[in-house]
């Protein structure tokens, strides 16, 4: 009966072969899929996990032993992997499970079982529990063996790996069918319900239901179960003891003794496919290796055990065939490795292991020795106790850079930490990485309630702030905590990443629940913490915060969930009559315990402080804390130095108080430097206390701050200010938004970025550091919120006369520095008394101890050890010193903290003159040291050391590095002061910045210009006055020789100057004139001139100022014989008119002075007084010279150089090596590469601003594939000039007209015009486009020829994008010329092998069919005849065309007339079918061809006119040359094109008569001669016609408006038309007014309406591509601001991308895709955007891991859409193989999508081949879909068919039709 009838009906027998197919194929089709580790898929929940496999497997070759026997890392898992673990953790919500080799895994709730699964979703529904759902806890416990698969193997977001695993039956025992069931199997399974007579389990084989009668349970449920029931959900390990209907039904126990003893036996017909792990097989030693067993078990199968695997008894006694009892570990789903464990504990199936944890968790242990290395897992080390323990590979560094495997070698020690303890493996895991040796918080036991911890912010969420504190620990932050108040936007306060300091508030370890505040006063409080109700002593004061406000009192909280009750009567003073009113929870109170219950954990707490506990201790020195008031003058003694200022006691009670060292001065330089000399026991008068908090006092010694108390200046609150007061304080804080500055009295202000400063602030710290003294400005002042805004700005702070202040400040700095002196004078050491004696302006005698490398000279300390003297290279003054050589030094300053002393050897300083000064003498100086706050710089005339200010006000402090001094330069002094005080400087005040001169130290090349320093050999003489005139002879010795000029010391020590063009009258090119004189040698010169020291300008011998000039010699022959001499031209006013002596073309003698490497050009001179530029493209025609000209000229070398003209700076000349610079016609010149036009050629730009273009055609006499590769931007050409017409030079490359005379080979001659091809001629060029009635082929810059279809190949392709993908724009090929036609300017040429002899242009391999020879024929006449009927009514027209080239618009009258219907018909869809992009490129085409509506036959010769030629955007209609170069255009998403002339919007103006304004220009001769009375008739008649055309047109509603009046009018009747407003900015845009086309779309935004959002987007659209391509990165930004207010922000952020696409601004559209991605992460669009922008810049990985991205933060319903989408974009843009892949993978996870798989279709139509099409419409019409959907894909099939397939294909489809319709209605009809 049994078997006739089994329960639970008759089964299908073929399910596992299936199943088993399907996950082969599976394995075999993602073989080929991504190879990085990271795109693991997050498992679908709705297909089976095999299915999601995107992952290649490393291919087993035969690796070394070790490799074979290399432990599991999480890398090696699979997700289908069966593998045994231990339950390690049991949470509320899931399992952690130990996994062999020390990993682990998670087993969330609901992959217990289905049963259970079904009872949470129903607790869920219900929300409330169910009485029969039991916890994880109770159904596992830690320790129990379960058998897991690898669900998925994923990153969290830390970036961790996580294995998670399932435990249901169906996942577990999946490779199982029914029929494999035997009796004596061991299996898992979970009991799903309860019945009469047992329980039914689940044991996940389908088919087949599993029973488990209750007495085969009772020995369990007495022994394991404590006489407990089994539970829904429990998990068992159960023996099938009878197997009834073939698998139908089978019948289980579960008793221990049988369970323990069941082994796997050959009988139960194992397999490699449904091996499960946990089974027992007996098994034999095959062979033993130091790491490991391989073994053989059930005869036919091997695996392989692991060193950590082996029975610890037993190791190292194995040996070969030894029989011995295995368990199996795990089965890897693909290579079907088996991995198994001797170890005992495994041997007894239903056993739970028993050592669960190792009791030195978180001990760190040094030297422990390596026991073996494994590359790619980790390594074993030996502990003490003799114990292996276990690194992962990722514990054995901090990071993979830092990571050497050398140091793992065995032997070698480590300090390590105990982690973890793997029960699977029975061994502790260890980790080497230093973070986690060295982090104080390992575990969450580790924290105590109460403790300070640092962590860095995770996340902010709605439930609070979590924060990582250690490597495995995260504590939570509540709302209430963030701050000491409740903060709205914490976000605004906390970054994720910043470093924060909590307290923990509560940790319990078990739970790993760790709750922490940052409530500040809790953090900082110094009061004792309350943990526990023991530590609550009555009178303990102590902080907490309030958790509840009740009307009965207060529940205060403290740490580890103590609390207690503040009653209501101990609030306050006063009666509270409403606590809720006064305290608000989470506030922090201050309390005391009244007191305390411990064993009831009960406290009472009070708010009314009984006084300070310190009080009863020290109560007399609170009286005297008292005694000190805020804004008091005390005097203090130092008792210690702190790391921030100064501990001191306040006399004479001494009260504690600290004095913090920017405090101690109003100079920023001086605080560090009287803190480093203060010591303990020193005192310090007439201090000023700032403020008192906590019994803490804070002291200032600012003199600014003290005299503003003083003066009773200071506002005490903020009712005394008032805005437009001024203020002294100190910053307090600075933050990136401003600066917070304080007031003596505490209260305190911002002064934000914008009115911080006068100058513009990048950073706010530049400006000022903290506790500098500053003045402020109240500019605003909120009295409720307390707040107020201040302005730093010297503009708004003045102080009165700028020269006073600046005084004032210096005299306080220096007598600081004096005070710092007189304590150095008390100090012991002898090196510190000496520094102090040592005074600036002191002359010593010092020997010279050595020469450092930069230049500077060091003394020898003489007679005090440690003194350090020293002399920078400036201030060697260019002397000749060496060591042990007596020097006389003046000593400039002392480095009172670095203890060194700065000297100088200038002769000047050294030898003072005596003179009288006089006060308030204006003095010229230079400056010889600088200081922090003022600087030290010597008079001119006497040499005395003066001091001044560097700043003029307290707040001036910021510099920007063009307004600072440097040593050596010249300034204009007022002295203050006549006599050099104690500070041994003369005091004086800086006059006007506009007085400095420029003086730095000299390079050896310069001299002294207009624009530069002088000799330092000049200056000092400079200021001598001699009695010279012009024309003088005088004798002198050569003092130094510079390239250019040779400086000369006349008699009375006056210095002169001789220019290298004054030495000789001849000069030979190529040499130094200079070097003809030596330093020393005496020469006779004649005075030509004067140089003045300020200006260097050369003045005339009547200017006052001569006498003080440098006299400028001439030695040249010519001149020291004549009388009288050719004096410089001193009278010119300008260089203008001594530039314009000379003549373009002109040849002159210049010197070489230096080459300029930034502005590549030479810098010469020819005259003292006249100067040149050679621009290097003008110094050689040699590419050698260009590149190193430093090579090919010398410094000071004569050159002969022709005039080019002046320079645009017009102080200079324009000179050239290379004669003179004419690009004319003919002329070989260097340029310089700008631009690269891909298919089009270069654009080059030469010197003076000339621009030229080199067609593809002339870059080279022979062609190639990639002919502009070798050129990038800036390279340097040499160009021949084929014609200078127009302002855009043609130029050519071809070496055969650069270097004629190499006469170099020609392969591809030049073609500029027809006349230069033969019939018969076999050519190459490039292909231009291809066109409906043939391929348009470049053979020259201006000949294009047609190769009709028929001659483009010998095949016939059935799809026209074949000729698009064989034949892309820029292809070279070999064309054969079949007919010229001269007179219609028509080539026809031919691609086919048998006139030129190349391959055809289409491979054999695409087995296209051959096209006949008849056809051929046929149809080149059919394309003959339709030339022929055109041509007269081309003929007509021709002329009118070829100058205004119409062709760019497309009129839809002119359409019809063309004799062509089917083109008309083509093109017609085509324009309305094309979005923006493709009608830019169908202008593109039409222009360049030009076969226009009226002519299609392809008069393809056209010549381009200059203009044309430089506009590179091709795009635009002919009509508008005006129009700038390069001004690209602004696009809309709707289609609409931005064109200048805007023509694809509005019709143009009626096609005008035969009085074109062409054809009148066609005629000038006609104007010239006399008219007759009938002309002058017919032109009378003419001109009315056309005033009769103009009104009409102007009435004419489809008129292009032509004015701004124009557009006014047109907007008033639609005001709401973008279109109208944009054509008035683009009318705007022309005219290159973009001011007016901003407030165009200003305006428009105003009027349209606010209900038309698209045409209000349209404009603001607009605006962004306006800003894009003529504003800034600023104002683009607050456009695309306001847009996104105004916009949907999705649209204005996806249109802003596409704008950024088009103009090549990938890196800013990058960003912006991200941006969008974190705004917009819900949005499928924005990831599909992002994706295809991706691939189209060739990143296909990082589109890949988009794509994964994109599927986690998607919802579940959006999934299929996204994958179709990316595998489309993969499709058209990436890898084909890989979108097949994604929609195999998709279509086997969701077979029925239809639109998934039409899309599918639609893309293998497009992309594959036929055969590829067929198969998966065959996979189709066999999927069991509904008819009607299944209607669709027949028809579909026969449509593909019938257009690629024959007659035979057809019918069969239809066959397979019927057949599918019969085989419907017979399924009906049973």
């Known amino acids: 009966m049994e078997e006739s009838f089994p329960r639970g009906g008759t089964r299908k027998t073929h399910k596992l072969e299936k199943a088993f197919q399907q996950s082969v194929e599976q394995d075999n089709l993602f073989d080929i899929s991504i190879e990085e580790e990271s795109t693991k898929r997050k498992k679908s929940q709705k297909g089976p996990a095999k299915t999601k496999k995107l992952k290649i497997e490393k291919r087993e070759s035969s690796k070394s032993v070790r490799e074979k026997f290399e432990v599991l890392s999480v890398e090696s898992l699979r997700e289908g992997m069966r593998i045994l673990g231990c339950v390690k953790e049991v949470h509320e919500l899931e399992l952690v ?341 060295e982090s104080q918080y390992f575990r969450y036991h580790d924290i105590k309630p109460g403790a300070l911890v640092k962590g860095t912010v995770l996340t902010i969420e709605p439930y609070g702030m979590l924060v990582k504190v250690g490597e495995q620990i995260r504590g939570l932050i509540p709302p209430m905590h963030l701050a000491d108040i409740l ?72 740490y580890n969930d103590v609390q207690g009750l503040v009653p209501k009567h101990e609030l306050s003073a006063e009666y509270v009559p409403d606590p809720e009113r006064v305290f608000y929870t989470g506030q922090v109170v201050k309390v005391v315990v009244l007191n305390c219950e411990p064993s009831k954990e009960r406290m009472l707490l009070s708010f009314k402080l009984l006084g300070d506990p310190k009080k009863e201790h020290t109560g007399h020195s609170q009286k005297k804390r ?25 006399l004479p009670h001494n009260i504690p108080a600290f004095l913090p060292t920017p405090h101690l001065s109003d100079h920023v330089a001086n605080g560090p430097l009287l803190y480093h000399w203060l010591q303990a026991g020193d005192t310090l008068h007439r201090v000023l206390c700032l403020s008192q908090s906590e019994g803490r006092v804070l002291l200032c010694r600012k003199p600014a701050l003290v005299s503003t108390v003083e003066g009773g200046q200071d506002p005490k609150n903020f009712a005394e200010i008032h805005p437009g007061m001024l203020l002294i304080g100190f910053v307090k804080s600075i933050k990136d938004y401003g600066v917070f500055v304080q007031f003596p009295s505490g209260l305190s202000g911002l002064a ?106 060091v003394f020898s300390e003489g007679p005090v050890s440690g003194l350090v003297l020293r002399a920078s290279k400036y201030h060697r003054a260019g002397q000749e010193v060496e060591p042990g050589q007596k020097k006389k030094v003046v000593i400039l300053n002392v480095d009172m903290l670095k203890l060194e002393v700065h000297v100088s050897l200038c002769h000047d300083l050294v030898n003072r003159k005596p003179k009288k000064l006089k006060k308030g003498s204006e003095h010229q100086a230079i400056v010889q040291h600088l200081e922090e706050s003022f600087a030290v710089a010597s008079l001119v005339e006497t040499g005395h050391l003066a001091a001044f200010s560097l700043t003029s006000h307290l707040n001036d402090t910021f510099r920007f590095d063009s307004e600072k001094l440097q040593v050596g330069q010249g300034v204009s002094l007022t002295l203050k002061t006549t006599e050099p005080g104690m500070t041994g400087f003369l005091l004086a005040v800086e006059g006007p910045a506009a007085k400095r001169t420029v003086r730095q130290t000299r390079k050896d090349s310069e001299t002294v210009d207009e624009d530069e320093e002088a000799d330092p050999a000049l200056v000092v003489g400079a200021v001598k006055k001699h009695t010279l005139s012009i024309g003088d002879m005088v004798t002198g010795t050569v003092k130094s020789i510079k390239p250019t000029h040779v400086v000369v010391t006349l008699e009375d020590g006056i210095i002169g100057c001789i220019h290298a063009s004054h030495i000789l009258d001849d000069v030979p090119v190529g040499t130094s004139p200079t070097a003809k004189l030596k330093v020393g040698r005496t020469v006779t010169a004649r005075v030509i001139g004067g140089r003045d020291m300020k200006t260097f300008k050369f003045l005339p011998i009547s200017h006052p100022r001569f006498i003080r000039t440098i006299p400028e010699l001439s030695v040249r022959p010519s001149e020291l014989e004549k009388d009288g001499c050719t004096a410089l031209n001193t009278h010119s006013s300008s260089h203008l008119e001594k530039i314009k002596q000379y003549q373009a073309g002109q040849t002159l003698i210049c010197f070489l002075k230096k080459y300029n490497v930034v502005k590549k050009w030479l810098e010469v001179e020819i005259a003292p007084d006249i100067r040149g530029r050679i621009p290097l493209l003008l110094t050689s025609l040699s590419f050698k010279v260009l590149k190193h000209p430093d090579k090919k000229f010398r410094i000071g070398q004569a050159l002969k150089a022709t005039v080019v003209g002046p320079d645009s700076s017009k102080a200079f000349l324009c000179l050239s090596l290379i004669g003179p610079h004419k690009l004319e016609k003919g002329e070989v010149a260097m340029g310089r590469v700008v631009k690269v036009t891909p298919k089009e050629g270069l654009t080059v730009s030469f010197p003076f601003g000339k621009i030229g273009k080199v067609s593809v055609f002339h870059v080279s006499d022979s062609y190639s594939e990639t002919p502009l590769e070798d050129f990038v931007p800036q390279k340097i050409v040499r160009c021949y000039v084929l014609s200078a017409t127009g302002h855009v030079l043609t130029l050519s490359l071809r070496s055969s007209r650069t270097n004629p005379e190499t006469k170099s080979k020609i392969t591809d001659p030049e073609i500029n015009s027809i006349q230069d091809i033969q019939e018969g001629q076999l050519l190459r060029g490039y292909v231009k486009s291809v066109q409906p009635h043939g391929v348009l082929f470049g053979l020259g810059p201006s000949v294009v020829g047609l190769v009709q279809y028929p001659h483009v190949s010998q095949y016939s392709p059935s799809k026209k994008t074949l000729y698009n993908r064989y034949l892309p724009e820029g292809k070279l090929l070999t064309a054969k010329v079949l007919s010229l036609k001269c007179q219609k300017n028509l080539v026809e040429l031919s691609f086919l092998p048998n006139d030129t002899g190349k391959p055809d242009v289409f491979p054999a391999s695409l087995g296209l069919p051959l096209l006949k020879q008849e056809e051929r024929t046929e149809e080149a006449e059919e394309n003959k005849h339709k030339e022929e009927e055109k041509e007269e009514k081309n003929q007509k027209r021709k002329g009118k065309r070829n100058q205004e080239g119409q062709e760019g618009v497309q009129l839809p009258g002119e359409e019809k007339k063309e004799p062509q219907k089917l083109q008309a018909k083509k093109q017609g869809k085509r324009r309305r079918r094309e979005s923006a992009g493709e009608q830019e490129r169908v202008n593109k085409k039409q222009k360049k061809a030009a076969p226009s509506e009226e002519d299609d036959s392809g008069v393809e010769v056209y010549y381009r006119e200059g203009e044309e030629e430089v506009e590179e955007m091709s795009v635009l209609p002919k009509e508008k040359p005006r129009r700038p170069a390069e001004v690209p255009r602004l696009q809309l998403s709707s289609g609409f094109i931005w064109d200048v002339g805007l023509d694809s919007l509005t019709p143009a103006l009626p096609p005008r008569g035969e009085s074109s304004d062409s054809e009148e220009d066609n005629k000038p001769q006609q104007s010239t001669q006399k008219k007759s009375k009938k002309e002058r008739m017919l032109e009378k008649q003419k001109a009315e016609k056309e005033l009769s055309r103009i009104e009409e047109a102007l009435m004419d509603p489809g008129r292009q408006p032509e004015s701004a009046d124009d557009f006014d009018r047109l907007l008033l009747s639609s005001p709401n038309s973008s279109i109208l407003w944009l054509q008035y900015m683009a009318f705007h845009l022309q005219a290159t007014e973009i001011e007016k086309a901003r407030a165009v779309a200003e305006r428009a935004l105003k009027t349209i309406s606010f209900r038309e959002e698209q045409e209000k987007l349209n404009v603001w659209v607009a605006l962004l591509n306006l800003e894009n391509m003529y504003g800034s990165q600023e104002s683009l ?80 319903k959006e999934h299929v859409d996204v994958i179709a989408k990316f595998a489309q974009l993969e499709f058209q843009l990436g890898d084909a193989e890989r979108a097949k892949a994604i929609f195999e993978n998709t279509l086997s996870t969701y077979p029925k999508r239809t639109d998934v798989w039409s899309v599918y279709i639609d893309m293998t139509i497009k992309h594959g081949s036929q055969k590829e099409v067929r198969d998966i419409f065959e996979r189709v019409i066999h999927l069991s879909l509904a008819p009607k959907r299944m209607k669709f894909f027949f028809k579909r099939y026969l449509d593909y068919e019938k257009q690629h397939g024959t007659e035979k294909d057809v019918q069969a489809v239809k066959a397979k039709a019927l057949e599918y319709v019969e085989a419907k209605s017979s399924v009906l009809e049973d």
């Not at 029969?132 to 977001?157: A, K, Y």
């Not at 006369?801 to 002898?830: F, H, I, P, W, Y």
């Not at 949005?1723 to 990143?1739: M, P, S, T």
């Not at 794509?1747 to 998607?1754: D, N, S, V």
Request: with cysteine; proline share 4%; charged share 25%.
């Open 487 to 558: 903060i709205k936007n914490p976000e605004k306060k906390y970054h994720i990443g910043d470093e924060v300091k909590c307290r923990v508030l509560l940790c319990d370890p078990e739970a790993k629940k760790l709750m922490m505040t940052l409530k500040k006063t809790l953090i900082e409080s110094k009061l004792p913490a309350i943990t526990c109700y023991a530590d609550a002593k009555p009178g303990l004061q102590t902080h907490g915060f309030i958790l509840r406000v009740k009307d009965y009192g207060c529940i205060v909280k403290f």
């Open 626 to 650: 008292r005694a000190i008031s805020v804004g008091q003058l005390v005097d203090v003694k130092v008792l210690e130095k702190t790391k921030d200022g100064l501990e001191v006691s306040v």
């Open 97 to 437: 499970i130990s996994l062999p080799n020390g990993l682990q895994g998670f087993v969330q709730a609901t992959e217990i079982c289905d049963a259970y699964t079904e009872q949470l979703n129903e607790q869920v529904a219900q929300e409330e529990p169910l009485k029969d759902l039991v916890c994880l806890s109770e159904l596992f416990s830690p320790g129990m063996l379960v058998r897991c698969v690898v669900s998925s193997v994923g990153i969290t977001e830390s970036g961790k790996k996580s294995v998670k695993l399932s435990l249901n039956p169906k996942n577990v025992n999946e490779v199982l069918s029914a029929e494999a069931l035997k009796p004596g199997m061991l299996l898992t399974g979970t009991v799903s319900s309860l019945e009469d007579h047992g329980y039914l389990v689940d044991i996940g084989v389908s088919g087949a239901r599993a029973f488990l009668p209750l007495q085969k349970a009772q020995e369990y449920i007495r022994q394991k179960n404590k006489g407990a029931k089994l539970k829904v959900g429990q998990y068992l390990n159960c023996i099938i003891e009878e197997v009834k209907g073939n698998g139908g039904v089978v019948g289980l126990s579960i008793g221990p003794s049988e369970v323990s003893a069941a082994i796997a036996t050959e009988e139960q017909n194992w397999t490699l496919n449904n091996l499960l792990p946990g089974l027992v097989v007996k098994a034999q030693v095959q062979k033993v290796t130091p790491v490991g067993l391989t073994l053989n078990f059930l005869t036919f199968f091997s695996g392989l055990v692991d060193f950590m695997h082996l029975d610890p008894k037993k190791a190292g006694t194995y040996f070969s065939n030894q029989a011995v009892r295995a368990c199996v570990l795990c089965v890897h789903p693909r290579t079907r490795a088996v991995r198994l464990s001797l170890r005992p504990i495994f041997l007894q199936p239903g056993r739970s292991l028993t050592r669960l944890s190792c009791q030195h968790l978180g001990a760190v242990l040094d030297d422990v020795p390596v026991q073996s290395f494994f590359s790619k897992a980790g390594a074993t080390f030996r502990l003490k106790d003799g114990a292996l323990a276990y690194a992962r590979l990722s514990h054995l560094s901090d990071s993979k850079n830092i990571f050497n495997a050398e140091a793992y070698k065995p032997g070698n020690i480590h300090k390590c930490r105990i982690i973890d303890y793997s029960q699977m493996d029975e061994m502790v895991l260890l980790s080497l990485r230093p973070s986690i040796i």
């Open 752 to 857: 934000p970025k914008a009115i911080m400063s006068d100058k513009f602030v990048t950073s706010t710290s530049d400006h000022f550091v903290e506790g500098q003294t500053v003045v402020a400005k109240v500019t605003n002042v909120d009295e409720e919120k307390q707040r107020m805004l201040l302005s730093l700005r010297l503009s708004d702070c003045g102080l009165g006369d700028l020269a006073t202040t600046s005084l004032l400040l210096l005299s306080q700095c220096l007598e600081e520095r004096q005070g710092v002196r007189s304590l150095m004078s008390n100090r012991d050491s002898v090196l510190i008394q000496t520094l102090a004696e040592m005074t600036p302006g002191m002359v010593l005698d010092l020997e010279v101890q050595e020469v450092l490398e930069d230049g500077s000279v």
């Open 1677 to 1756: 930004t607050k456009v695309f601001e306001r847009a996104v207010q105004y916009n949907e922000p999705l649209k204005v952020f996806l249109h802003l991308a596409d704008i950024y696409n088009k103009s090549e601004k990938f890196q800013e559209a990058g960003e912006l895709y991200n941006r969008m991605l974190k705004r917009f992460r819900q949005e499928k669009a924005v990831w599909i955007k992002y994706g295809a922008f991706l691939l189209r810049r060739g990143q296909a990985g990082a589109s890949h891991r988009v794509m994964q991205r994109a599927l986690e933060c998607l919802p579940n």
